[in-house]
């Protein structure tokens, strides 16, 4: 039965990962043409759709959020590009804060069966040490805010922890701040021809995220160790 229910999840999971690159490709296939074209242009598209345009960006954020599979840095690059650093920002944050939170409590509602269909037991396991309620939130911060760190397993994972819904909610969209902006930042200069400055932003961050991911690695096996008493 427990091997059902994870096949059956893999599959919603695969089924809405297809019906959103549909959706992509069917409804902003041509405005995304436009904005690698002509940025100007996209922008000003973008204003013409106004509420619309936002509505439909902060829902395709909570959909990215949900679907661990999609990466969430060309959107909110894109975010750049189409609202500028500072709009795009805020609405990236809006999407992750009602993403996580549709996460967290269908995780609370249905158990660690649903953090397997996205992820391996292994992987799983690998952060049993975030069990410890003392260091808990400061933990998740560190994590959440370092670049690198596999932000979409661990918002998968932390409603499995004792943490209330709120300080996790709270925690994990300031944390994600300084990724997003420098994706926004990053994506507002290639809407504005400054390719410079763009290259700098994405260079910096991608050695950052490098950084992040080897610093987890090393914590997560120090942490192990421990576990295990060596």
Request: net charge positive; hydrophobic share 50%.
């Amino acid at each position: 039965m427990k091997q059902r229910h994870k096949i059956i999840a893999k599959i919603l999971a695969v089924s809405v990962l297809i019906l959103f690159c549909v959706f992509v490709s069917v409804f902003l296939g041509k405005p995304l043409l436009t904005m690698v074209e002509d940025p100007e242009a996209f922008r000003q598209m973008v204003e013409e759709d106004g509420i619309r345009a936002r509505l439909l960006f902060v829902g395709l954020v909570v959909v990215q959020v949900i679907v661990a599979l999609i990466p969430g840095e060309p959107l909110e690059i894109c975010a750049g590009i189409a609202f500028g650093g500072l709009e795009g920002t805020l609405l990236c944050l809006l999407g992750i804060f009602l993403g996580s939170t549709v996460v967290f409590f269908l995780v609370r509602r249905l158990g660690v069966k649903l953090v397997e269909s996205f992820f391996s037991m292994e992987k799983i396991r690998s952060l049993r040490f975030l069990q410890n309620e003392r260091r808990l939130n400061i933990v998740l911060f560190l994590l959440m805010v370092i670049p690198g760190t596999p932000k979409d397993l661990l918002s998968y994972f932390v409603p499995l922890t004792p943490i209330r819904a709120g300080h996790w909610l709270a925690l994990t969209t300031i944390a994600r701040i300084p990724s997003v902006v420098t994706s926004t930042v990053g994506g507002d200069a290639l809407g504005e021809g400054e390719y410079l400055l763009a290259v700098i932003v994405f260079a910096v961050t991608c050695a950052v995220g490098i950084c992040g991911a080897l610093f987890f690695d090393y914590y997560t096996r120090k942490r192990k160790k421990k576990e295990k008493g060596e």
